[in-house]
């Protein structure tokens, strides 16, 4: 050993102490190993230092005629306990962490709290020769009287352990304790914080969350719940309302294939009747966009069924119109136009069906008419490396074939009938004159173009590659450097 070290042990081993202090500061938590392997060789030196110099932590301390020393020497035969202390608990929570993950932090920190423990009544044993006995015996009354007055934190405690055992959810989880709704932040030794999907902070209790009914979202993975509630008249027929749900259900792409969605009806009043449509995503991020798409598509199929939802002032029945001249009141384009004109254009709609599988318009097309879908699914299929994809789902109320009618351009995509369609259909003798006349529907119809454009183009185009950073660095990873 080095001379400085023999001549000055106690000024070296406090001098390891802050530099102990120092390096588990300065480290990077993203190098944890390292941080692990500098305290082992500090402790490793620390121990070298005092059993060199007579100072065993087994042993009450040196230097008894000396008192100063013997102050000293003491102190630092306790630091050596707490330091091997800390240094067991580091190891073994490194080891635990490779493991469990951060699941199992909870118990970490209860075998921390024992390890501590145990190392303190063994100073107080060896380095102040203090009789045990009475010390545990004295702290069990303490402990007890302890325990009676925070029953209900140790409650809180054991609860956590009991969770973190069991793992009904870890960290990340989406999950529901008694109603409340949230993804799992941290789980300690009182509670279970949750982030709601409102962005705010719920704190449960762990004996609260260890009796609670608990619902975890993320298991199985990849795969997460829905459901939409409709309450329709109760004088549509029920076949007619379920085909229709069964078609807004196809027509929502986020929804997963297996587990299928379904319909079911779920009860009946004189007032009306509610049906629930229930499937699955594959993000929990998805869940709220994929609803409110649901109940749209839900909406405009029950509509172009002829059924409508229930409101507070439903009651006077509607006049009876034609099919064509209601779908031109429930277009987004032709809305717009005034009542003899929508009783005019409908006369000159005429109606087409197709059946699953149809094709209705084929990419390279020119189309010489326009469509309104009235009813069904139509599925947009694109092509990109000589395989078609679909790109996306139309519904009732959406227009097919506007490139030939504004611009005299092929169809970009091709449109089939994923489910039984019906569509109107209006030449384009027809609606030229009608779109120089009414500016604003070519507009509309020329927005819509556009925006179709983009999304193909934006679906068929190879992503940039981003290029590869070249430099020493990297020159040694490529050859296993």
Same mark, same amino acid.
């Given at each position: 050993m080095p001379s400085f070290i023999a001549d000055h042990p106690m000024l070296c081993a406090m001098a390891l102490i802050l530099i102990d202090i120092a390096?588990?500061?300065?480290?990077?938590?993203?190098?944890?190993?390292?941080?692990?392997?500098?305290?082992?060789?500090?402790?490793?030196?620390?121990?070298?230092?005092?059993?060199?110099?007579?100072?065993?932590?087994?042993?009450?301390?040196?230097y008894a005629d000396d008192t100063t020393l013997h102050l000293a020497a003491t102190a630092l035969q306790i630091g050596w306990w707490l330091f091997a202390a800390r240094t067991l608990t580091v190891l073994l929570g490194a080891v635990m962490m490779q493991r469990v993950g951060h699941t199992g932090r909870l118990l970490q920190d209860l075998m921390g709290a024992v390890i501590f423990?145990?190392?303190?009544?063994?100073?107080? @044993?060896?380095?102040?020769d203090l009789p045990v006995k009475g010390v545990l015996a004295? /702290? &069990?009354? $303490?402990?007890?009287?302890?325990?009676?007055?925070?029953?209900?934190?140790?409650?809180?405690v054991f609860s956590g352990i009991v969770l973190n055992t069991t793992k009904p959810y870890q960290i990340d989880d989406w999950i529901s304790i008694d109603g409340t709704e949230g993804r799992v932040t941290d789980i300690d030794w009182r509670a279970t914080r949750l982030q709601t999907s409102q962005g705010s902070l719920a704190v449960i209790p762990n004996s609260l969350a260890a009796k609670?009914?608990?619902?975890?979202?993320?298991?199985?993975?990849?795969?997460?719940?829905?459901?939409?509630?409709?309450q329709v008249s109760p004088h549509a027929r029920p076949q007619t309302v379920i085909e229709a749900l069964e078609r807004a259900m196809q027509g929502c792409r986020p929804l997963l294939a297996q587990?299928?969605?379904?319909? @079911?009806?779920?009860?009946?009043?004189?007032?009306?009747?509610?049906?629930?449509? /229930? &499937?699955? $995503?594959?993000?929990?991020?998805?869940?709220?966009?994929?609803r409110n798409l649901l109940y749209d598509l839900a909406y405009r199929h029950l509509q172009a069924a002829g059924v409508g939802l229930l409101s507070a002032t439903e009651g006077s029945t509607p006049p009876a119109v034609s099919?064509?001249?209601?779908?031109?009141?429930?277009?987004?384009?032709?809305?717009?136009?005034?009542q003899e004109e929508k009783d005019t254009f409908s006369q000159n709609m005429t109606l087409h069906t197709y059946r699953a599988g149809e094709m209705i318009l084929a990419a390279g097309e020119v189309s010489d008419h326009l469509f309104i879908i009235e009813s069904g699914v139509v599925s947009v299929l694109l092509i990109k490396d000589g395989h078609k994809f679909e790109a996306g789902r139309m519904g009732p109320g959406?227009?097919?074939?506007?490139?030939?009618?504004?611009?005299?351009?092929?169809?970009l995509a091709d449109f089939s009938a994923k489910t039984y369609c019906t569509l109107y259909r209006i030449e384009n003798e027809y609606l030229k004159p009608c779109l120089d006349a009414r500016h604003d529907i070519g507009e509309a119809m020329k927005a819509l173009l556009d925006f179709r454009r983009h999304a193909a183009q934006a679906l068929t185009e190879?992503?940039?590659?981003?290029?590869?950073k070249k430099g020493f660095i990297q020159w040694l990873r490529n050859r296993g450097l």
């Amino acid at each position: 050993m080095p001379s400085f070290i023999a001549d000055h042990p106690m000024l070296c081993a406090m001098a390891l102490i802050l530099i102990d202090i120092a390096v588990w500061r300065l480290i990077s938590p993203s190098l944890a190993n390292w941080k692990l392997a500098a305290r082992l060789v500090i402790f490793a030196v620390f121990s070298a230092v005092l059993f060199n110099d007579g100072m065993n932590p087994m042993q009450a301390a040196p230097y008894a005629d000396d008192t100063t020393l013997h102050l000293a020497a003491t102190a630092l035969q306790i630091g050596w306990w707490l330091f091997a202390a800390r240094t067991l608990t580091v190891l073994l929570g490194a080891v635990m962490m490779q493991r469990v993950g951060h699941t199992g932090r909870l118990l970490q920190d209860l075998m921390g709290a024992v390890i501590f423990l145990i190392a303190i009544i063994a100073a107080m @044993a060896y380095v102040l020769d203090l009789p045990v006995k009475g010390v545990l015996a004295t /702290s &069990g009354a $303490v402990a007890i009287i302890v325990g009676l007055a925070l029953q209900s934190t140790l409650s809180d405690v054991f609860s956590g352990i009991v969770l973190n055992t069991t793992k009904p959810y870890q960290i990340d989880d989406w999950i529901s304790i008694d109603g409340t709704e949230g993804r799992v932040t941290d789980i300690d030794w009182r509670a279970t914080r949750l982030q709601t999907s409102q962005g705010s902070l719920a704190v449960i209790p762990n004996s609260l969350a260890a009796k609670a009914k608990i619902i975890n979202f993320s298991r199985p993975a990849d795969m997460f719940g829905l459901a939409v509630s409709l309450q329709v008249s109760p004088h549509a027929r029920p076949q007619t309302v379920i085909e229709a749900l069964e078609r807004a259900m196809q027509g929502c792409r986020p929804l997963l294939a297996q587990p299928a969605p379904s319909v @079911a009806f779920k009860a009946s009043t004189s007032g009306g009747v509610e049906y629930e449509i /229930s &499937g699955f $995503v594959p993000a929990m991020g998805l869940k709220r966009e994929t609803r409110n798409l649901l109940y749209d598509l839900a909406y405009r199929h029950l509509q172009a069924a002829g059924v409508g939802l229930l409101s507070a002032t439903e009651g006077s029945t509607p006049p009876a119109v034609s099919g064509a001249r209601a779908l031109l009141e429930r277009s987004s384009i032709f809305s717009t136009l005034r009542q003899e004109e929508k009783d005019t254009f409908s006369q000159n709609m005429t109606l087409h069906t197709y059946r699953a599988g149809e094709m209705i318009l084929a990419a390279g097309e020119v189309s010489d008419h326009l469509f309104i879908i009235e009813s069904g699914v139509v599925s947009v299929l694109l092509i990109k490396d000589g395989h078609k994809f679909e790109a996306g789902r139309m519904g009732p109320g959406e227009v097919i074939g506007e490139s030939g009618i504004l611009s005299d351009q092929a169809a970009l995509a091709d449109f089939s009938a994923k489910t039984y369609c019906t569509l109107y259909r209006i030449e384009n003798e027809y609606l030229k004159p009608c779109l120089d006349a009414r500016h604003d529907i070519g507009e509309a119809m020329k927005a819509l173009l556009d925006f179709r454009r983009h999304a193909a183009q934006a679906l068929t185009e190879d992503a940039p590659v981003v290029p590869v950073k070249k430099g020493f660095i990297q020159w040694l990873r490529n050859r296993g450097l």
